[in-house]
């Protein structure tokens, strides 16, 4: 028993130091031990599971880390009971997986049990519950609800003042969180005065040269790069760097981070072959941490792709872009924001690559992937489905194949326009929300499967033949069973209602051409 406890500090000990393989080897060997001493039945073997869990969770490998975290809970549950903060430990950590995974919701799930443990049993102002506030802070901050994720780096902030008072790391911690959400909202001053608070209490603790230090100094480069100055975002890469190359050495995983914000400054600069170079040289550091399926290097290569489209090199980024949309679908789940932003910078590629086939195929399984995350009516789905759209008039000019995928298509979707109160022409008109589009002066109309061209396409195609002259296009547009004509330019979207829906909008349409009355 006194063996194996000592193999699972050794574990511990290597996890810290990022030597992963060999803190699962010595944890393993302890759980091996514990459990041929005591069966399934005892806290140390729960607690030798949720060390492995957090193993994996360190390595990207979330799925073998959710196995591990639910072996523990099933014996914690068993040996302690719901309410004890070794649960809560758990929960929290399946919820940290969950959030990083883009279930947002279920990790919010987890974090609100473990709170509530922490708060029954340790009470309200604990420290454990000070970090459940900033977990649930930044799951707000993910869903860019800044109101909301301050709300609960403040509610961290102001437990941490009360348990250890103005300078300890805890503050500093909380201090950091709020300058993030100021970053973020680009109120940088702010931003920069909260890391500066930070910094000076990590200085005071622990020095000048300290990886708490170097995280802080890093955050206040991102400032610079949000701000475009350059020179001060590089120089703050370059000092965090050279403290974390003092602590760790030239191989580390936070050192590939700083090689890599590194980069992207050059990427900015246009200096592409230094910022790929660093891009590379941070790939290889974190394939050798992480190996393969891991977040961060899907984060890289999905940059160094997005280098090659800078530089009109679309068949190469093509490639990296699939390979960055494998990781992420293994890591994260086929349904999460970062597959579906894979899903659209293959789709840009191929648009850009004339490939218009491949781009129809992306952006089909894109739109699932959007409709299953944000729903039918949000902004994510319209963007694919205004892509199905222009990518089927690109290639229904050349080949009738599509013709009828296009019209299936058409048959669940209508064309509708928005008109917002900083519209001063449509507010003039008392014209404002969405509007339904009926027909066009140039020949559309609801019932055609011809396509729709926007205003500027139509100028275009036809310049030769305006001479000149401006021809503007009236459109019928429908709200609440009254028509409008309107004659400006205008910008339409498509809008998904269904076959049936679509059928009863079609059939008032006829009614309203043949007796002047919309029914419906």
Request: one cysteine or more.
């Amino acid at each position: 028993e006194e063996y194996a406890m000592i193999l699972g500090n050794i574990g511990a000990v290597y996890k810290e130091q990022d030597d992963y393989e060999r803190s699962l080897e010595c944890t393993q060997k302890a759980l091996e031990i514990n459990r041929n001493l005591f069966g399934n039945n005892r806290s140390v073997v729960a607690t030798n599971l949720f060390n492995l869990g957090n193993v994996y969770a360190r390595k990207g490998d979330f799925a073998r880390a959710m196995e591990y975290y639910q072996q523990s809970v099933g014996i914690l549950q068993k040996v302690y009971g719901e309410h004890h903060p070794s649960m809560a430990d758990l929960l929290s950590n399946i919820g940290g997986i969950y959030v990083t995974q883009g279930d947002w919701v279920r990790g919010m799930e987890y974090y609100q049990k473990a709170l509530a443990i922490y708060q029954e049993v340790l009470g309200e102002h604990h420290t454990a519950v000070a970090a459940l506030w900033s977990d649930i802070g930044y799951v707000y901050q993910l869903q860019e609800d800044y109101v909301r994720a301050m709300e609960y780096y403040q509610k961290a902030l102001a437990i941490a003042l009360e348990v250890y008072g103005e300078h300890h790391t805890a503050v500093a911690g909380s201090w950091s969180n709020i300058g993030r959400v100021y970053g973020l909202q680009k109120d940088y001053a702010r931003a920069m005065e909260y890391y500066q608070k930070a910094l000076v209490i990590y200085q005071e603790v622990y020095g000048e040269h300290h990886t708490a230090v170097a995280s802080i100094v890093n955050e206040m480069g991102d400032v610079y790069l949000s701000q475009k100055d350059y020179a001060r975002a590089m120089e703050c890469y370059e000092e965090a760097l050279s403290i974390l190359k003092e602590v760790y050495g030239e191989h580390h995983q936070d050192v590939a981070l700083l090689l890599y914000n590194l980069g992207c400054v050059y990427v900015e600069q246009e200096d592409y072959p230094r910022a790929m170079d660093h891009f590379r040289k941070a790939l290889d550091m974190s394939r050798e941490f992480y190996g393969e399926k891991h977040p961060l290097v899907a984060g890289i290569m999905n940059d160094m792709g997005a280098l090659y489209t800078r530089q009109g090199d679309y068949a190469t980024a093509v490639d990296y872009f699939r390979k960055v949309l494998e990781i992420r679908k293994e890591v994260l789940g086929e349904c999460h924001p970062d597959v579906l932003m894979s899903y659209y910078n293959i789709v840009m590629a191929f648009c850009s690559l004339e490939d218009y086939p491949s781009a129809l195929l992306y952006t089909k399984e894109a739109l699932e992937i959007a409709r299953t995350l944000y729903g039918e009516d949000a902004e994510q789905s319209e963007l694919y489905r205004n892509g199905l759209y222009q990518l089927y008039q690109q290639l229904l000019k050349n080949t009738d194949e599509y013709e009828e995928e296009y019209r299936s298509f058409l048959s669940e979707v209508v064309f509708v326009v928005r008109f917002s109160e900083t519209d001063s022409v449509a507010a003039r008109q008392g014209l404002e929300g969405e509007y339904l589009l009926l027909e066009t002066s140039d020949g559309w109309n609801l019932d055609s499967t011809a396509f729709l061209l926007s205003e500027e396409e139509d100028s275009e195609e036809n310049s030769e033949e305006a001479s000149g002259a401006e021809e503007t296009t009236d459109y019928v547009l429908m709200k609440g069973g009254k028509i409008f004509r309107y004659s400006e330019n205008i910008v339409f979207y498509l809008k998904f209602v269904g076959k049936e829906e679509k059928q009863k909008i079609l059939e008032a349409y006829r009614r309203w051409k043949k007796t002047g009355d919309w029914i419906g």
